[in-house]
């Protein structure tokens, strides 16, 4: 069964899928409020905000954290020439 939020507004119930990330971590789908309500979301600084998906990068940036495919990007900056990490 797949995770579900649920969004109550001005009568109008919508259900948003929780979408699980490559590091476990959780988010809701919200690219369907504005069809089904209306409402736009405000997020300052975007700081709770995924512009996309991704199944090969991880970006924390509160924490300095940036992976490809598992690495850490200094790990690969330093170990790795372009054509490898390609």
Do not use: Q, W
């Not at 990330?21 to 690219?31: F, M, R």
């Not at 975007?46 to 996309?52: D, E, L, V």
């Not at 020439?81 to 390609?86: I, M, P």
């Amino acid at each position: 069964m797949s995770k579900k939020a649920t969004l109550n507004f001005d009568g109008k119930e919508i259900d948003l899928p929780i979408i699980t990330g490559s590091e476990d971590e959780n988010a809701i789908d919200i690219s369907k409020i504005r069809s089904e309500t209306g409402l736009i979301t405000l997020d300052k600084g975007y700081k709770n905000t995924g512009s996309t998906t991704s199944n090969i990068t991880y970006l924390d940036g509160e924490k300095g954290v940036l992976r490809h495919r598992g690495y850490s990007i200094e790990e690969l900056a330093s170990k790795s020439t372009f054509t490898e990490v390609c």
